[in-house]
């Protein structure tokens, strides 16, 4: 059974970092693209980030210049650095991936951007 899980959300103060994590666990094969969403208490989720087995990446604009996505193929390992955090960063993170074509989500790992 494939699993994705996350760790490393938190409370964190404004302008402060964060490292997130999820590991695809359950399957001998690599992710495909792998990626962070967030949702935010009454609002869409969004997109954060994606990253490709091969590293092409892709942001969204709300976090571009701030947030870094990056991967560990060995490890089905996804990683997001997130500097310069905002209150408005503040959400639930969900990881993404695409292992054989069937999209999997994590559980979700809430980041509070606050002083």
């Known amino acids: 059974q494939v699993q994705l899980v996350e760790s490393g959300g938190g409370l964190v103060q404004p302008g402060g970092s964060l490292r997130l994590s999820c590991e695809a666990s359950?399957?001998?094969?690599?992710?495909?693209?792998m990626g962070w969403y967030r949702q935010a208490p009454g609002k869409e989720r969004e997109l954060v980030a994606t990253i490709t087995s091969g590293g092409s990446t892709n942001y969204g604009d709300s976090v571009k210049g701030r947030f870094t996505i990056s991967r560990a193929n060995a490890k089905n390992t996804v990683y997001l650095q997130m500097n310069s955090l905002k209150p408005e960063d503040t959400a639930v993170y969900y990881c993404n991936g695409v292992i054989l074509t069937i999209t999997y989500w994590g559980q979700g790992t809430q980041v509070t951007v606050s002083s």
């Open positions: 359950g399957t001998i094969f690599r992710a495909n693209a």
